[in-house]
């Protein structure tokens, strides 16, 4: 079946960096887009950055523009989320998903079109 298995996560300061993996299985990889996603408490779950199936389009949100970066490994089936910089307002469980609704192989942040998510990693930015 389909698994998606963030890593990652854990406490750092304020300017500092961490790297999050999702290691996927159950599912042809190269045929998807992943998304990333995070949820503070007593918000709602946000997109945060996605990549395409061949990697041709990556995003992210005005938020973390310039400071996450998101790659993928097709021989590992892992997607990758580089964050730098970060900034109390990070704080969040962090979510990798798979692209449910067509197209499969293309990115967009509306949390219906994600049929598939894992099991959420925390990150926590404090001094």
């Known amino acids: 079946q389909v698994q998606l298995v963030e890593s990652g996560g854990g406490l750092v300061q304020p300017g500092g960096s961490l790297r999050l993996s999702c290691v996927t299985s159950?599912?042809?990889?190269?045929?998807?887009?992943i998304g990333w996603f995070r949820q503070a408490p007593g918000k709602e779950r946000e997109g945060v950055s996605c990549?395409?199936?061949?990697?041709?389009?990556?995003s992210v949100v005005d938020s973390v523009k310039g400071r996450f970066t998101v790659s993928r490994d097709s021989a590992k089936a892992t997607v990758y989320l580089q964050m730098s910089s970060l900034k109390p307002e990070d704080t969040a469980v962090y979510y990798c998903?798979?692209?449910?609704?067509?197209?499969?192989?293309?990115?967009?942040?509306?949390?219906?079109?994600?049929?598939?998510w894992g099991q959420g990693t925390q990150v926590t930015v404090s001094s």
């Open positions: 990549i395409s199936d061949s990697s041709r389009d990556t």
């Open positions: 159950g599912f042809n990889f190269d045929y998807y887009a």
């Open positions: 998903a798979l692209k449910g609704a067509n197209p499969i192989n293309k990115c967009n942040y509306q949390l219906g079109a994600w049929s598939s």
